[in-house]
């Protein structure tokens, strides 16, 4: 048999995928964990195993994985858990600050994005403070395996002490390293990193629900004026100048898929007129779409590009560029919108 526990990475998607790999051995004998999620190194990790069962941890994983666990119907445990474990645990693990951690959390989900769909998969809820020995058991029951009174301790007492007595937030400080550093930086948080990190819940957390994540938002914050000190672009920009480059990031992903961009600006003062190019480039390099207009002398509008996603591992940014000198003029970004119109899934 082949499972798979898949989330973007945290505490809680690492001890499901203990308890899962646990239960499974009871029942199966040996289980191999494989996390690869390269296909390439998949195939590697699959022709070296020693045992029929796997259980597949994946949290990035490419194309071709994503369209075989979806074609396959492998049965799949999804872990959500809130952007601000996420990218406090990513922080934790590699060292990024926050903002690489958002960025670094929006690829997992991205990719995870295909088999969120996935008829056999079961979304898990984890609540820290339920008993250990409960969760080991819904566990069970997604997985097919008859967990009981009778056999609850032979599978948890090898590897958790005191487990009758353990909630699943002490399992978690307990058995899953970087947890408590995880959770220490979550208390750490300022109001305005919580305020971004909730607008990623908004955004990216229904990607990952069952016919959900049609639209999302970017936080301005992520964005940022492209001069020196390099604020977010939550503030207006002064156009006076030479023609150049306004706007830049914020470098996060998207599911692959077709994609229309909505930006909308606030313009003020601009007697001389002006141009602006709006573009949507990546890290490989690539400009995906690009619109330019005139800008009028002021007042609200917005901008609209088409766009196709071909990997959810490259990085987007949202580019804006004044074409010409400006006298004088304010332009301010109020908000931009992603909605997804096709999925070549």
Known sequence: ???????????HSVLVGRLAKEIAEHFLGTV???????SSELRLELERRGSNNCLFSLSTPDREIAQAIVR?????????????ELSCYAMQRSGLDLLAAVRHVTCEVSCLYP???????????????????QLTTRIGVFLGFPVSQVN??????????D????????????YVAGAQETFALQSRLSRRDKALLGEMDASYLPLLARGGGGRLSWPLDAMFIAEPPFNSITAPIDMLGP?????FGPYFHLPEGDWIAEITFALTENYSGNSLMVDVYTSADEILAASRGELPQGGTFATHLSFRVVSSA???????????????????????????TEDPL
């Open 1 to 11: 048999m082949i499972y798979a526990n898949i989330g973007p990475a945290s505490p």
């Open 32 to 38: 191999q964990e494989i996390s690869a999620n390269i």
């Open 72 to 84: 396959n119907g492998v049965p799949s445990i999804l872990v959500i858990r809130p952007f601000s």
């Open 115 to 133: 088999i969120a769909r996935n008829a056999n998969l079961a979304p898990l809820p984890v609540d820290d403070d339920e008993p250990l020995s």
């Open 152 to 161: 609850i301790g032979d599978i948890l007492g090898k590897n958790f002490a």
């Open 163 to 174: 487990w009758r007595s353990m909630s699943v937030g002490n399992a978690l400080l307990v």
């Open 243 to 247: 023609a150049r480059i306004l706007t």
């Open 314 to 340: 490259d990085r987007l940014e949202l580019r804006t560029f004044v074409l010409s000198g400006a006298l004088e003029g304010r332009i301010e970004i109020l908000s931009v919108t992603l909605s997804r």
